[in-house]
């Protein structure tokens, strides 16, 4: 086997993925897929498929139980995407409260289109409402809410970002 | 109009306080007082759920099943492994009340999860949360189960009796269909969320093929206060068959949108007075009562409809999760039903054929009316296939995708019969959505 | 209890489903994804029919009948759900009915024309998948697939391995393999007949021709001792695909990969077209009258009496029936089939592949013992028997030499070197002739003196568990059908029997011949004759004919290379007198060492029986006429006895042979119940070196898979020995180098390291897949690995 072709989990990450089997009862190993697949995420920004042979390897399961998972749900990114996601909620309430002006806002402001992704920025095709409906126009950026947005307060974001470095 | 509504008791009573989510605020204000009197004084579980039951609870996740009934289906005293799943994914479009109660009051979540489980007599329960919530309420939520622990109120040998429960977080990933009880069975189990075809019910064979109850949070949440107040304080509210306090969650063309927790049978009117009003002093032309999967309903048949199951109905809609979004009477309906369709297109799981193919015709008839292309047929096409998605799906996302078209097509068919009649005049619409080209849903 | 469909009363179990029940009683209800032998998934809503008082269609394959209640199928609420099921399944499947292999036994297709819209009402663009290659058996056109994930299912129940996903969601959800990986299981192609429109279709036969034009025969499968039933579909006289013919009793609906392409064999350019004789040096085409001509006139002037003959294991009873008599007839008793075997040291060995329990009942064994058997490649049918009886929570242990993947999980896995087979088995009558002591029906055996010599003390935990599990009721012993080329293979054959015989076990000989008990039946042995009678003048078994240097040696549908002593053969045939072939292939390399060749039809032009394990007469007819000038083979060995003068009736037809060979067989005593007391167990010396182990792969095993073109595609990587780590330190050999050497006496071979802890130590696996590997010597021989 070659050795660049081989992803090693982490040993933080497996302990991480071993005390979250012990939730379920015994012997069921899948139910760590999900979790898994967002450590690995997390550390690698989107899942390749070393990542899924290495899953399915500690976790003793099949290769296409790994990735029937990480192809179905839509938080997996399964190809090269910039450092930061944003994605902006255009579901119906956000839509009413001009989601779709905030979105063309940054699609200008970052010059990538929706789905697209920079070195530095993913900008999620979110088809989803996420939930924060009372707050619309909102946006997560990587996974951080933020509500009622104004143009101002995206260039704020955007900048504290890039001066974060 | 004076509002002498009584508002945020139940789920949002930490609201009014400081640190609203902190263990502290919780048992100040009798917090886990119910659980450890059940605790201690070793309850019945049955007598439980006939509070529940009196109590007339019904189900916050959108069905509205009566909770005490889903409960009863279980036969608490065999021995059997059972387990409790807490359906935190909430992902229907206009819902956020859900959010709101982790944030603001967990606690009320885990006592209400730990008096349930105790009622089923389930030693496990797991609480799911959608995958977008994980560098969000997830954390807190988490730091809050700690609590929890630490205190001796979940865990082995709870308050030192021989009461063993456990309560596990589990974080989703993205994708609405886990919502339907059955998916997320699936998900927690660690597989795509398909759902299951019933029979059998999960209450008979659900997570790891052992009896489940799955519940809403908000039904969870509200499940303490239900207890320690006494189910007749409960139902003193609301109407005989919608009794209690619901949480609405308001959006849309309103000044103050936010969730509000109100008696149920409320008129909308002082929802909408609740919430601000109309957005710069805009007429109502149409709401969505319960979430985008529910028939609009035209915004004067909605000034005159109180906020509970039955009169809801009446008005050909559904109360549904309680999401209300309210839109004035500049909005473009057709815009609205065409976002409404792209969304159940790309959340159909895929597994079976009504709705995998159907959401898709669907959505992408309306996507060529507002393009300017459609022609009469295509209304009648549109007019015909939820008609054929109803009901023959294996889970409710079908019907679901197909209401909300159904209702729009009914209340608003003179909207897209303009695109049809007066092409040239809608190229502005159709130039603002080439740039919003679709792709399927795929990686 | 009773419910009404269509007004018609219908009774029915608890739990059954509306479909289940129509289907019994004769009632259509349309499906997709509902396969009598798969889970339910209820997806792809076809089924959907009126339950009176219900307002919405329930589906039938998933609904459970509900006492008293009244169903209807053809009501307007049923037709119109069918319908719209219908409408939409056909808004993304290309209407390419004319180019698709599926086209006249497609389920959609006719589905369509049923229950369909007559006119399509979609006018968007309809969605289009793109293809991988998942292998060389199966071409997928997933652009038509309806996403029923039958596929899937069979994957995950029937084959036990998932290979098949459903990938992504909603309309863009795809099913197909991980990244591009190709389909493993041996039982695949049954993927292609499962899937209802054509998605999946079988690669050989892609686009070569439509349903329509196909003629379909019976056959029995020609490759393993189960007898697998199946459908050749023939198209101008020669065979255009192969699928399962239902026996609920053997090979249910399914069948392996190997016996659904195999007949690609039969164009294969080893095919011999005319006889050939050997003229002045020179190997010519002759024509028959010629061919038979010169064998009469050769064997005339030789010692005929001093021949041997060896026949295929593979070919039909009425063949090898004809072999022995024609031989016998002259005086030759050197008869045998059992060219792989290795040593021979009984001479009245007859225990051979046979099964105590029906095939069918293989499922409802509660334990299961495989010695050595590869079963998931060699047997795939009896492999699927196994692993539902492993379903049914039967424990599933497995002594072996190397770690075989099966499709079932193995509760005790015993990994030991080849060698210590006889000493493993000696353990476990060991411990059972303890925990047996007091068994009063176990009085009258006797347990061999030699045996009890062997006898040392007992330690092995998971022999304890292996022995106790063949207590329980119902347990099975299965020997493995590669031990034929292991030294101890007769003594293990008894060891098993006698094991059996502690635990009261059902036993299984397994061999991977399709008529192998056939051969032993009809006399193919030098010490049976047909019924299995003793032979008055016992003869030689191979391994003697091939040493004793006789002078003529006749082969009948054989390669040299099924011999286990093949360098020995090639060495007696090349001083022999007269060397006669009867063959439907052969290599240039092997011609040489022939007088005469003459063209045999192979199994699918010619009629025939197969006996199977269980003991099974099946009887095929021809699917096709016989290629080139080649012949039947009764047609063929009954010329042969006309030559020499046997008194045959002219208009001899088949089944004329058929009724005589049956009559002269059908009476044999079984071995079941021999104790072998006399037996003399004997020890291999080969102590301290490397030995080389390993099985024939099962698509090389016999001359028609081994040219199969499609299957051999499968084995891409055919040159490479197996060894695990340790023994390659032991050894000082380079582990970080991808090749290596290896030697048998004076042969060496430059072949493919493989590191695979799979392989049982001082060991060097090699899984015979081609001709080199033959070239390099035997199995369980002597074996040297070197660095390159
Ligand atoms: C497509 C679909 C999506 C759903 N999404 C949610 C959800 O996000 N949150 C929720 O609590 N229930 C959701 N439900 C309802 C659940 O299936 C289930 O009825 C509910 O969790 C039961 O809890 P309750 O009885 O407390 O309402 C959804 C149902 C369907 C069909
Ligand atoms: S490939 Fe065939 S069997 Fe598999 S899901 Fe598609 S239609 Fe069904
Ligand atoms: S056959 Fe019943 S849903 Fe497919």
């Known amino acids: 086997m070659n050795d660049n072709n081989f992803y090693n989990i982490p040993s933080e990450i497996c302990v991480k993925i071993n005390k979250w089997l012990l939730k379920f009862p015994h012997g069921e190993k899948k139910p760590a897929i999900i979790f898994a697949l967002h450590q690995i995420q997390k550390e690698n920004k989107y899942i390749k498929t070393i990542h899924i042979d290495s899953v399915a390897r500690l976790l003793d399961v099949k290769k296409i139980d790994v990735y029937e998972v990480a192809a179905f749900y839509s938080m997996f990114e399964l190809e090269k995407i910039g450092k930061h996601t944003i994605s902006v909620c255009t579901n119906v309430s956000c839509m009413l409260n001009g989601s779709d002006e905030i979105l063309s806002y940054l699609e200008k402001k970052l010059n990538i289109k929706v789905g697209k992704s920079s070195d530095k920025f993913f900008l999620k095709d979110e088809r989803e409402c996420l939930a924060a409906c009372a707050g619309a126009p909102m946006m997560q950026v990587n996974h951080k809410y933020y509500e009622n947005l104004t143009k101002d307060k995206i260039d704020k974001i955007i900048r504290d970002i890039e001066d974060e470095k | 109009m004076k509002n002498n509504i009584r508002i945020n008791e139940l789920c949002y009573s930490t609201l009014s306080k400081d640190n609203p989510n902190s263990f502290e605020t919780y048992v100040s204000l009798g917090g886990y007082s119910t659980w450890k009197n059940i605790v201690l004084s070793a309850y019945d579980k049955k007598e439980i759920i006939e509070t529940v039951m009196k109590s007339g609870l019904r189900g916050r996740g959108g069905a509205g099943f009566p909770t005490g009934r889903k409960w009863s289906f279980i036969n608490q005293d065999s021995e059997e492994i059972k387990y409790l799943v807490c359906n935190a994914d909430e992902s229907e479009p206009g819902t956020c009340k859900d959010r709101d109660i982790l944030r603001y009051n967990p606690h009320a979540l885990i006592e209400g999860m730990l008096i349930a489980s105790y009622a089923i007599g389930a030693d496990t329960a797991y609480c799911y949360l959608r995958g977008e919530f994980i560098d969000d309420v997830y954390s807190s939520f988490k730091v809050a189960l700690d609590e929890a622990y630490k205190n001796k109120f979940i865990g082995k040998n709870v308050l030192n009796t021989s009461i063993n429960i456990e309560i596990h977080d589990l974080i989703g990933a993205g994708a609405y269909i886990v919502g339907e009880e059955t998916a997320m069975l699936e998900s927690i189990e660690g597989k795509k969320g398909f759902p299951r075809f019933k029979p059998p019910f999960p209450a008979v064979k659900g997570l790891f093929g052992s009896p489940t109850i799955i519940n809403n949070v908000e039904t969870l949440a509200s499940i303490p ?124 799981c895929g597994q079976c054929t009504p709705c995998r193919e159907g959401t898709g015709w669907m959505f992408k008839i309306i996507d060529k009316i507002l393009c300017g292309n459609g022609n009469l047929d295509d209304i009648k096409t549109l007019e015909s296939i939820p008609k054929m998605i109803s009901g023959s799906t294996i889970c409710a996302l079908g019907d679901a995708a197909a209401m909300p078209v159904e209702s729009f097509m009914k209340n608003y068919k003179e909207e897209f019969l303009k695109y049809i009649k007066d092409k040239k005049e809608e190229d502005l619409y159709q130039e603002k959505n080439n740039n919003k080209e679709f792709v399927l849903h795929k990686k | 209890m009773k419910i009404k469909i269509n007004n018609k009363e219908c009774s029915f179990n608890k739990g059954e489903t509306l479909i289940q029940i129509a289907d ?118 997933m652009t038509r697939c309806i996403h029923c994930t039958r596929c899937v299912r069979f994957g995950e129940e029937i084959a036990g391995i998932k290979e098949f996903g459903a990938i992504g969601r909603g309309e863009g959800m795809e099913i197909r393999t991980y990244l591009t990986s190709a389909i493993n299981s041996p039982m695949s192609g049954n993927m292609i007949d499962i899937c209802p429109v054509g998605a999946l279709n079988a690669a050989p036969s892609h686009m070569k021709g439509r349903t329509w034009e196909l003629e379909e025969v019976k056959h029995i499968s020609p490759h393993d001792c189960v007898g697998s039933n199946m459908n050749i579909h023939v198209l101008d006289n020669s065979i255009f695909r192969v699928v399962p013919h239902e026996n609920k009793k053997i090979n249910e609906v399914w069948i392996s990969d190997r016996d659904r392409f195999s007949y690609e064999a039969l164009g294969h350019s080893d095919r011999i077209k005319k006889p050939i004789a050997k003229i002045n040096g020179r190997h010519v085409e002759v024509e028959w009258e010629q061919a038979f001509d010169i064998i009469k006139d050769s064997i005339s002037k030789i010692k005929f009496n001093k021949s041997a003959g060896f026949i295929s294991a593979n070919s039909t009873i009425e063949e090898q029936y004809l072999f022995q008599k024609w031989l016998r007839e002259n005086n030759i008793n050197n008869i045998d089939h059992r ?95 303890v925990i047996t002591v007091n068994d009063k029906t176990l009085n009258k055996f006797i347990l061999p003196d030699d045996i009890k010599k062997n006898f040392k003390g007992l330690t092995n935990k998971k022999i304890i568990e292996i022995s106790n599990d063949l207590l329980t009721t119902n347990s099975l012993i299965l020997l493995g059908s590669n031990l034929n080329s292991h030294p101890d293979y007769e003594d293990l054959k008894i060891l098993t029997n006698i094991i059996s015989v502690l635990t009261k076990s059902n036993r299984g000989f397994l061999s991977n011949r399709s008529n192998e008990a056939g051969a032993w039946l009809s006399g193919c042995v030098p010490n049976k004759i047909e019924g299995m009678k003793n032979s008055r003048n016992i003869g030689f078994n191979v391994f003697d004919s091939i040493n004793e240097h006789l002078e003529c040696y006749i082969i009948y549908n054989l390669d040299f290379i099924d011999f286990y002593h093949y360098s020995e053969l090639k060495k007696s045939l090349s001083n022999a007198k007269f060397v006669l072939g009867i063959s439907s292939f052969i290599t240039e390399e092997d011609k040489n060492l022939y007088d005469v060749i003459l063209p045999l039809a192979t199994t699918f032009e010619s009629p025939g029986t197969y006996v199977n394990i269980e003991g099974t007469w099946q009887s095929f007819a021809q699917s096709c006429k016989p290629h080139h000038m080649s012949k039947e083979g009764w047609k063929i060995l009954t010329k042969l006895r006309l030559i020499h003068g046997a008194n045959i009736d002219n208009s001899l037809d088949y089944l004329d042979i058929l009724n005589e060979a049956d009559q002269a067989i059908r009476n044999y005593k079984s071995f079941v119940g021999k104790e072998y007391k006399d037996i003399k167990m004997k020890k291999d010396s080969n102590e301290n070196t490397l030995i080389r182990s390993g099985s024939c792969n099962s698509y090389y095993v016999d001359n028609i898979v081994r040219r199969s073109s499609s299957l051999n595609k499968v084995n891409s990587n055919k040159n490479f020995v197996s060894v695990n780590k340790k023994t390659l330190e032991q050894n000082n050999i380079d582990l970080s180098k991808n090749k290596v050497i290896v030697k048998q006496g004076d042969n060496t071979l430059l072949a493919e390291l493989v590191i695979d802890d799979n392989v049982s130590d001082d060991c060097i696996y090699i899984a015979n897949s081609n001709k080199e590997h033959y070239d390099l010597g035997k199995q369980h021989q002597p074996i040297i690995i070197e660095n390159v």
């Not at chain 2, 032309?285 to 609009?296: E, L």
């Not at chain 3, 070197?417 to 060991?430: M, Q």
Request: with cysteine; proline share 6%.
């Open chain 2, 225 to 348: 206060k239900i207890m320690e107040n006494g189910p007749e304080w409960f139902n003193s509210v609301g109407t005989k068959d919608s009794p209690g306090f619901k949480c609405f969650s308001v959006s849309g063309h309103v000044n103050k949108p936010g969730n509000f927790e109100i008696p149920l049978g409320t008129p909308f009117k002082k929802l909408l007075e609740l919430a601000g009003g109309m957005k710069n002093g805009k007429k109502i032309k149409a709401v969505i009562p319960g979430g985008s999967s529910v028939p609009v309903v035209p915004g004067e048949v909605m000034l005159e409809t109180n906020m509970d199951y039955e009169s809801i109905s009446q008005a050909g809609s559904m109360l549904g999760s309680g999401a209300v979004i309210v839109m004035d009477e500049d909005t473009n309906m057709v815009e609205v039903i065409h976002r409404i369709a792209r969304f159940y297109y790309s959340e159909s």
């Open chain 3, 24 to 141: 019994r009683n004769g009632i259509h209800i349309p499906r997709f994804c509902y396969h009598d032998k798969l889970s339910i998934a209820a997806n792809c809503r076809m089924c959907l029919i009126e339950q009176v008082g219900v307002g919405k269609p329930q589906p039938a394959c998933s609904t459970p009948a509900l006492e008293n209640q009244e169903y209807f199928t053809k009501s307007k609420l049923a037709v119109d759900s069918q319908k719209n099921t219908m409408e939409f399944l056909l808004i993304n499947h290309p209407l390419d009915c004319p180019v698709c292999d599926q086209g006249g036994m497609c389920e959609l297709q006719d589905q369509a024309l049923m229950h369909g819209r007559v006119k399509s009402r979609y006018e968007q663009e309809k969605r289009v998948v793109i293809d991988y290659k998942i292998g060389p058996l199966i071409k997928t056109n």
């Open chain 3, 339 to 433: 060219v792989s075997q290795n040593k021979f040291s009984y001479k009245k060995d007859d225990i051979f592949p046979e099964i105590d329990i029906p095939i069918e009942e293989i499922e409802n064994s509660n334990s299961v013992l495989l010695i050595d058997s590869n079963l998931t490649y060699d047997q795939p049918i009896l492999a699927h028997k196994v692993r539902k009886s492993f379903l049914k929570n039967a424990k599933i242990n497995s002594i072996h030499t190397y770690s075989y993947k099966y499709n079932f999980d193995t509760n005790i896995s015993l990994l030991i070197k080849p060698r210590s087979l006889y000493e493993t088995l000696i353990d476990i009558i060991e411990y059972l002739t």
